[in-house]
């Protein structure tokens, strides 16, 4: 899979991808990560980015024509599944939303600063818009990147099969039962009997229960689904 990613702050974004679960994708060549500084893209001398908004109002807006200019040297070099805009005013990531992605070959990312990019970017180019929660950030740089971990980590051969994504939470819209290791008793706190039982039928029966249990208390809106 390749991951093209258009930004404004590149060196905020470039850390994560050189530790742990994604640098090891990388280096096993199951993922390819680019990142385009869009300021190379800029208008005129200045590498002009950003502009006032029409009709008034505080906060700058990404023009189109740098935008483009960069979507647009892309395309001509491969054909893009997805084009995506990460943006606070998106539905909300989950888990169905990274499956699908780790299942694609090329995707743009692009992630937004000031007050978002001009309409007429998402009109044209934009495939999927992503938020990664209801709050905002300054800029999408870290959402793109917890975007990445998400879809990164479930590529086929990226995680050893001790760590099978089948078992996170939210693969199956339930939260993970409680887990234990030793000491088998700290301070009086003992671990749940049927964990130390090695009945393996009935230890998966908890470990259901439990979830469920958590689930209901927790994030019942999973359990609409
Ligand atoms: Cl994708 N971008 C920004 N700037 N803020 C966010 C977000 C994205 N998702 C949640 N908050």
Known sequence: MRIDIITVAPELLRSPFEHSMMKRAI?????EVHFHNLRDYGIGSYKKLDDM?????????LMIEPIAKCIEKLQAERTYDEIIYMTPDAK?????????LSL??????????YKGVDQRVRDKYITKE????DY???????????????VIRLIPGVLGDEQSALTDSFQDNLLSPPVYTRPSEYEGM???????????PKIEEWRNEKAYERTQLIRPDLLDD
Not at 27 to 31: E, I, N, R, W, Y
Not at 53 to 61: E, I, L, N, R, T
Not at 130 to 133: F, M, N, V
Request: proline share 2%.
């Open 136 to 150: 905002v950030l300054t800029g999408g740089e870290l959402a793109a990147a917890i975007l990445c971990d998400a």
């Open 104 to 113: 694609k070959e090329n995707i743009i990312i692009l992630t937004g600063h």
């Open 53 to 61: 908004q029409f009709g008034g109002g505080a906060g700058m807006v």
């Open 92 to 100: 909300t990531l989950n888990q169905a939303t990274a499956n699908s």
């Open 130 to 133: 992503i938020s990664i929660g």
């Open 190 to 200: 003992k671990v749940p009997d049927i964990l130390l039982s090695g009945n393996f």
């Open 27 to 31: 280096d096993k060549g199951l993922a």
